[in-house]
């Protein structure tokens, strides 16, 4: 009996082993399974963070409505526009970025970050414009209508002298070749001349015009004996006189040498972010080795990016610009043509001489815009000028505080069947102490509707603790 009963003791035990290595390794792979969930719960949660973020911050406008105006006010920061659902917004862009300075801000993005550290890089569309060469100017008017009296243009000998061959228009369309051809009342006379050339009135000179100047030639009398000899060649040459009772207006300028680029640089393109801030343990910060120390800090971090479009419109009724800094004033899309009645009013200080640079960007086309005041007690002159001199200039003269440019000469007219036309209307340089106060007069802004720009968000979210 001893004998039968060890055996069956024996193969207890083995027995009970048997089941304790069992359930040791069910409860071990138990363990070894609830930490597996336990961690991709986490992962799960850490992923949803950057990505819930992203979502409340691009695909809602935020709350209150119109926060961007006040942010102060935010509840919810969002940045998805209110008008157009495919698009961000651009002052709400702006918005977050100035007030994140603000603990009402920061507050509202680490509620969508779960308290967690957080950075954020905007990288929109940017433009690279440059202005190179001279303005032309400036401009000479010779008005002849009040004399009479033998009157000519020619070299300094009383001969032809050199011009562009297609320069040569009479009433807008090429000039005939030929000599003594008669000039009738009215008839306009264009030429550019390569060489300096002289104007005499009653044999006495008058005045001299620098080659390469636009010159216009408008028969005022009925009675005058105008006439132009023009013969082809290379170069191509005219001779202008006139006997007896000639009325006429002269008009010359130097053409310059004008010369705008603009590029846009795409947000995948850039290398460096327009806007970028992190918030670690609950304070802000911009600089970069200070944020990639925390996240080496961070057992993990999450990154997302977004590719969008923004909703783009910069526009305000009286502009003051107060620094010399280049930036766009105007941005948009104009959906009609401008009346001939409205325009843009420019102010500059009274007591003070200095000169203003804009770049027009009028649908495929570059102009520049020149503002000069000589001295404090002169009047503004303006001179809107083409790129590569594609066409005429055009110059207007103010009083010694203001001068208006038609809006229709600063963004030319168009076929708006065809769709809106993009526009931008940028200060390039300032060169006044004081402010200068750009007014719209007659609300280009009702013409305007906003363009819409690639713009790319990054976020990374870790947990530096």
């Known amino acids: 009996m001893k004998r039968r009963g060890q055996i069956l003791s024996l193969d207890a035990m083995l027995s009970l082993v048997i089941i304790i290595m069992i359930v040791g390794v069910v409860v071990n792979t138990n363990d070894i399974i609830k930490a597996e969930v336990t961690n991709l719960i986490d992962w799960y949660d ?182 132009y000899s023009f013969s082809s060649g290379t170069p191509c040459t005219l001779h202008i006189t ?95 043509n401008l009346p001939g009645y409205s325009y843009l009013e420019i102010s500059v200080p009274q007591n003070e001489a200095g000169n203003l640079t804009f770049a027009i960007l009028d649908g495929t086309l570059l102009k520049g815009i020149f503002i000069e005041k000589d001295a404090a007690d002169s009047n503004i002159k303006a001179v809107v000028a083409w790129q590569n001199d594609t066409m005429q200039p055009k110059f207007y003269e103010g009083n010694t505080t203001t001068v208006r440019i038609p809006w229709s000469m600063i963004f030319e007219e168009f076929t708006s069947e065809n769709g809106a036309k993009p526009v931008e209307f940028w200060l390039y340089e300032k060169n006044f102490s004081g402010d200068v106060v750009l007014r719209d007069l007659d609300n280009l802004g009702m013409l305007l509707e906003p363009k819409f720009e690639p713009v790319l968000i990054k976020l990374w979210v870790w947990d530096d603790r």
């Open 242 to 336: 006139g006997i007896g009772q000639v009325r006429v207006t002269v008009e010359s300028y130097d053409r310059g040498s004008l010369s705008i680029t603009a590029t846009s640089v795409y947000p995948t393109n850039l290398t460096t972010p327009t806007y970028s801030f992190a918030i670690i343990n609950g304070s802000l910060t911009t600089d970069s080795a200070t944020i990639n120390a925390s996240k080496v800090r961070s057992p993990w971090i999450e990154y997302q990016a977004r590719n969008f479009v923004v909703a783009k419109l910069i526009y305000n009724g009286t502009i003051t610009l107060t620094q010399n800094q280049k930036e766009a004033i105007i941005v948009g899309n104009l959906k009609q």
């Open 46 to 227: 850490r992923a949803n963070i950057a990505d819930n973020m992203l979502d409340v911050l691009t695909k809602s406008p935020g709350y209150p409505k119109g926060w961007e105006n006040n942010p102060s006010s935010v509840k919810v920061v969002g940045i998805r526009s209110e008008d157009y659902f495919f698009a961000l917004d651009y002052d709400k862009i702006l918005a977050l970025n100035s007030s994140i300075i603000s603990t009402v801000t920061r507050n509202s993005l680490l509620n969508l970050s779960k308290w967690k550290d957080f950075q954020i890089e905007l990288y929109l569309t940017t433009k690279n414009l440059s202005i190179a060469g001279d303005f032309p100017g400036p401009l000479i008017t010779w008005d002849l209508s009040q004399d009479s009296g033998n009157f000519r243009i020619s070299d300094k000998g009383n001969s032809p002298f050199d011009v562009e061959c297609d320069s040569v228009l009479l009433n807008g369309a090429p000039a005939p070749f030929g000599n003594n051809i008669q000039l009738d009342s009215g008839d306009v006379l264009e030429f550019i001349p390569l060489e300096d050339i002289d104007v005499y009135r009653q044999d006495t000179y008058y005045g001299s015009i620098p080659s390469n100047s636009y010159v216009i030639v408008e028969t005022i009398n009925a009675i005058s004996n105008f006439k």
